[in-house]
Nanobody
Framework: VQLQASGGGTVQAGGSLRLSCAAS??????MGWFRQAPGKEREFVAA????????YYADSVKGRFTISRDNTKNTVYLQMNSLKPEVTAVYYC???????????????????WGKGTLVTVSS
C-alpha cells in the first residue's frame, strides 16, 4: 500500500495550489490531509468519506480549501485557494479503511500515511 502525494511548490500569497494523493494497493473509506509547519505539531486539514458526499475541514481552512476525490483513480485532492504564508508546511496524505470519526482530527484512525509534499507561500 502506498500513498503518493504531489503538487506542492512555492506560490505567492493569494495564489492557489492543488495537491494530489494517489493511493495504490487498496482502496480506502476515508482519505484526507494533515500538515506540519516548521517547529509545530502535525495538524488535521481535511478529510473526505468514500462517496465524497461528506467532507470535514479544520476551521482554519474552511472556505479556502476544498477536498475531493476520484475513486476511479483512487486519488484524493486538496484545492487550496487564497493562500497565506501561515499555511506553509509539509502536507501529508492520510487514509484509513474505516469510516471517518472525530478522532481523525487527532490522527487517530489513520492507518496509512504518505510522504509529505512541501507547500511554501511567500509574502
Amino acid at each position: 500500500v502506498q500513498l503518493q502525494a504531489s503538487g506542492g511548490g512555492t506560490v505567492q500569497a493569494g495564489g492557489s495550489l492543488r495537491l494530489s494523493c494517489a493511493a495504490s494497493g487498496r482502496t480506502f473509506s476515508t482519505m484526507g490531509w494533515f500538515r506540519q509547519a516548521p517547529g509545530k505539531e502535525r495538524e488535521f486539514v481535511a478529510a473526505i468519506n468514500r462517496s465524497g458526499g461528506s467532507t470535514y475541514y479544520a476551521d482554519s481552512v474552511k472556505g479556502r480549501f476544498t477536498i475531493s476525490r476520484d475513486n476511479t483513480k483512487n486519488t484524493v485532492y486538496l484545492q487550496m485557494n487564497s493562500l497565506k504564508p501561515e499555511v506553509t508546511a509539509v502536507y501529508y496524505c492520510a487514509a484509513s479503511p474505516g469510516p471517518y470519526s472525530s478522532s481523525w482530527t487527532r490522527g487517530g484512525g489513520v492507518n496509512y500515511w504518505g510522504k509529505g509534499t512541501l507547500v511554501t507561500v511567500s509574502s
